[in-house]
Nanobody
């Protein structure tokens, strides 16, 4: 089992930055692909970014490309999401997830955190 805990969310003005962290415990995540997803009120959960287990491949949703950066530190068992130039439409609960397959499909991820709220004011 892998337990995931997100942190770093909060309230920020448009144009600002936040750095989300996802700390894993119970098992090393070095063998897992990791993803960040988000869900806004009344909307379906969507992929934000994903990173392969070695960190040599990354994927970004078009809506965040060029603004967000996913990274991982396997030695610290932690994954990060650096979010710059935030927009009100980025407001959502952000979840990190771990799975055996590098993918943008949420159903391919086995372990999920509880989420952290990101609110971007205009």
């Amino acid at each position: 089992q892998v337990q995931l805990v997100e942190s770093g969310g909060g309230l920020v003005q448009a144009g600002g930055s936040l750095r989300l962290s996802c700390a894993a415990s119970g098992r090393t995540i070095s063998n897992y692909a990791m993803g960040w997803f988000r869900q806004a009120p009344g909307k379906e959960r969507e992929i934000v970014a994903a990173i392969s287990w070695r960190g040599d491949s990354t994927y970004y949703a078009d809506s965040v490309k060029g603004r967000f950066t996913i990274s991982r530190d396997n030695a610290k068992n932690t994954v990060y999401l650096q979010m710059n130039s935030l927009k009100p439409e980025d407001t959502a609960v952000y979840y990190c997830a771990a799975g055996p397959t590098y993918s943008g499909r949420s159903r391919l991820y086995d372990y999920w955190g509880q989420g952290t709220q990101v609110t971007v004011s205009s």
